[in-house]
Structures are given as structure tokens and as C-alpha cells.
């Protein structure tokens, strides 16, 4: 069975500084997909990043960075210089490969920036 | 282009009643999925349609259906309700490079 583990529930930080969320994974498939989606308030998911299980490179995006590595079976998100804007509950999804199966997400870690 | 809409974005219901509510994907996706979320249980998943057939079906009651139009659109039944079905409903359409969700029905039940 796949398992998203989002052990920090809320986070608070204050603007401009650097904030990492964690997300650790369950999965027997050998290949699969991870996300990470961002909800605002209005309920929306966003997406912002779909990796690969077999690319293990690490990723930067403006503020946003996330490395993922297999061996701890984890894949986590970094905002550099966090801003008001920020703030909102963050999710972890997994996936396997094959398409219509469901994404199985975190718990989600709900992120404050305080001004 | 146009995203994934959601209608109606908030509903309230009592008890026994059914709803339906509409997920209209963006054009060209022909996959919608459909997830509940609760505070208590977080985001779960429903079901998937792909080209009008139910691909897969998350651990819901029966109560829970769905079903996918010619063009893409997609319904989903929520059939005598009861208080723990409130909750927000989020419908994704998917084509091979990810998800994109909608704003999600808010549904309460009194």
C-alpha cells in the first residue's frame, strides 16, 4: 500500500525566512510519481511539481527548491525567503506510474508567514 | 485556457437529501478523478473516469457514484446524505503530464 507522511502539521515563520517541508513516502512500486500541491484558502489545489521516481535530481524554481532522495525515501520542499503569500496548507502526493490511479496524498502542513 | 470548474461551490443539504455535483475538465483532458476532503481524513479518493468508464474507485459506500459524459464532463451523486458526508469535494482533470484541480464544491449537511 502507498503512504504519504507529513509529520509537521503546522508551521510558523516569519517573512524572509527560509522554511523546509517534509514529506516521507510508502511505496512498493518501483516506479511512481511525487507531488507536491499548494492550498490557499479559496481550496484550490495548485500544482507545482510533478518528479519522477527515477530522476533524482534536485529542483529549483525561483523561491522554491525540492530534493528528493530514494534512499530515505523522501521528498522535501524548501521556500527560500518566505513571504506572506506563502502562507497556506501544503500536500505531498504519490502516484504510480500507470495512468487513472490515484494520487494518495499527506496530511498536509498548513504554513503561516507572518509579516 | 479555461481550467477545471466546479459547480456549485457551495451547497447546503439536509439529511437524506441527495446532490450531484458538476466537474467540467479542461479541454482536451478526458480523465476527471473526484477526492473528498475532510479536516478528519484529509484528501481521499473517490473515483476516476476516463472516456465515459469508471477506471477506478476509491473505499467509498455505494451511496457515492459518479459518471463521465461524451465530452469529458463529469457528475458525481452523493445519495441519502448524512452529516459526515460534509465536506469540500475536488474534481481533477489529468491528461499525461498531471493533475490541475478545481476550487472544489463545498458541501454541508444540517
Known amino acids: 500500500a502507498q503512504k504519504v507522511t507529513q509529520a509537521q502539521t503546522e508551521i510558523s515563520v516569519v517573512e524572509k525566512e527560509d522554511v523546509t517541508l517534509d514529506c516521507v513516502y510508502e511505496?512498493?512500486?518501483?516506479?511512481?510519481?511525487l507531488f507536491w500541491y499548494k492550498q490557499p484558502p479559496s481550496g484550490e489545489l495548485v500544482f507545482l511539481i510533478r518528479?519522477?521516481?527515477?530522476?533524482?535530481q534536485n529542483e529549483i524554481s525561483g523561491r522554491y527548491s525540492w530534493n528528493f532522495q530514494k534512499s530515505t525515501s523522501s521528498f522535501n520542499f524548501t521556500i527560500t525567503a518566505s513571504q506572506v503569500v506563502d502562507s497556506a496548507v501544503y500536500f505531498c502526493?504519490?502516484?504510480?506510474?500507470?495512468?487513472?490511479?490515484?494520487?494518495?496524498f499527506g496530511k498536509g502542513t498548513r504554513l503561516s508567514v507572518i509579516a | 485556457k479555461a481550467g477545471v470548474t466546479q459547480t456549485p461551490r457551495y451547497l447546503i443539504k439536509t439529511r437524506g437529501q441527495q446532490v450531484t455535483l458538476s466537474c467540467s475538465p479542461i479541454?482536451?483532458?478526458?480523465?476527471v478523478s473526484w477526492y473528498q476532503q475532510t479536516p478528519g481524513q484529509g484528501l481521499q479518493f473517490l473515483f476516476e473516469?476516463?472516456?465515459?468508464?469508471?477506471?477506478n474507485k476509491g473505499n467509498f459506500p455505494g451511496r457515492f457514484s459518479g459518471r463521465q459524459f461524451s465530452n469529458s464532463r463529469s457528475e458525481m451523486n452523493v445519495s441519502t446524505l448524512e452529516l459526515g458526508d460534509s465536506a469540500l469535494y475536488l474534481c481533477?482533470?489529468?491528461?499525461?503530464?498531471?493533475?490541475?484541480f478545481g476550487s472544489g464544491t463545498r458541501l454541508t449537511v444540517v
Open positions: 479541454s482536451g483532458h478526458r480523465s
Open positions: 518528479r519522477n521516481s527515477f530522476d533524482e
Open positions: 502526493a504519490l502516484s504510480a506510474t500507470l495512468p487513472g490511479t490515484p494520487l494518495v
Open positions: 473516469y476516463f472516456s465515459e468508464t469508471q477506471r
Open positions: 481533477a482533470s489529468s491528461n499525461n503530464y498531471g493533475y490541475t
Open positions: 511505496t512498493r512500486d518501483t516506479t511512481y510519481y
